[in-house]
């Protein structure tokens, strides 16, 4: 069994925790999750089994959009709720107007400072390690995209939003930064990732519903499933032997029709994915990418 589950994370566990409890219910040969989600927050992971872990790198740099809830007036050390309070201020209620034009000014590209307590490592050691042990590490900046940020609700001092961003992109240091910003500080309340590419909040099943291994079964999506933007080709029977030997093979169709790197889902004669191949209009071939053993 090969494929992909949507899981729906709640608070309280780390995104291996999920892995660990489907582990339980299945002996899966290889596992994994795409795009790491804090403890304290929720929402959409999709996992991997299998085969189906080789298709991660096709699906990891997708865009992300998360609803989250700011808290306004407090700053903590891990810049979410959950760390240690460094100032705590009475806020003055702002004006809607206001917070909806200092979060658009994030729009675009923008660099960020990563979290000391981020799972990012330095010299082969998660920062978040460094941090409890109080060692000080140079700041570490990263370049990102907010494709868009919309201001949801504002109950004083709860700010509600909605962000579409780029792989890698905290959500704790937005807020920190808005925060500082408007001069009261703010603090990540709340985050739920309600889209990760092609993976939707209504595609997602809560991880409370996976109890026995029937449950893995059934809400396991096929590879075919997976990419559905990517044209598929369908590769003769007599060609496949070229696929598995790295080999090349003809373009399908009218060959004006593909763009130089175009990916394309590799199906064979049954349906079954049998790799992801990536356009050559050049030498009007098709180059595996990822083979699939079927």
Not at 107 to 127: D, E, F, H, T
Not at 152 to 177: F, M, W
Not at 226 to 252: D, Q, W, Y
Request: proline share 3%; with cysteine; aromatic share 8%.
């Amino acid at each position: 069994m090969n494929g992909f589950l949507v899981i729906d994370k709640n608070t309280g566990m780390t995104s291996y925790d999920v892995i660990r409890r489907l582990k339980k219910l299945h002996p899966f040969n290889k596992i994994g999750y795409i795009g790491t989600l804090d403890r304290n927050a929720t929402g959409i992971l999709p996992v991997a089994f299998n085969n189906g872990v080789k298709l991660i790198p096709f699906l990891e740099n997708s865009e992300k959009t998360y609803r989250a809830t700011f808290l306004l007036g407090v700053t903590t050390d891990t810049l979410d709720i959950e760390g240690k309070v460094l100032s705590s201020v009475d806020v003055k209620e702002f004006k809607r107007d206001i917070l909806a034009r200092e979060l658009n000014k994030f729009k675009g590209k923008i660099v960020q400072q990563i979290p000391a307590y981020s799972s990012k490592k330095v010299n082969r050691k998660p920062l978040y390690k460094l941090a409890r042990k109080g060692i000080a590490v140079e700041p570490h900046l990263k370049e990102v995209e907010i494709f868009s940020i919309k201001f949801l609700d504002y109950n004083h001092p709860y700010l509600d939003v909605e962000v579409t961003c780029s792989k890698g992109t905290y959500i704790r240091a937005l807020s920190q930064e808005f925060g500082a910003n408007l001069g009261c500080g703010s603090t990540l309340y709340s985050l739920k990732r309600t889209k990760h590419g092609e993976f939707t909040e209504d595609m997602a099943v809560n991880i409370e519903h996976f109890k026995i291994e029937e449950d893995v079964l059934h809400y396991a999506m096929s590879l075919e499933a997976i990419l559905k933007t990517l044209r598929e080709t369908v590769v003769e029977t007599a060609l496949e032997k070229f696929l598995k030997h790295g080999m090349p093979i003809p373009l399908s169709g009218d060959t004006k029709e593909w763009q130089n790197g175009e990916y394309t889902k590799l199906l064979n004669k049954k349906g079954n994915l049998i790799g992801i191949g990536m356009a050559d209009t050049f030498s009007k071939t098709i180059k595996i990418k990822r083979l699939i053993n079927i």
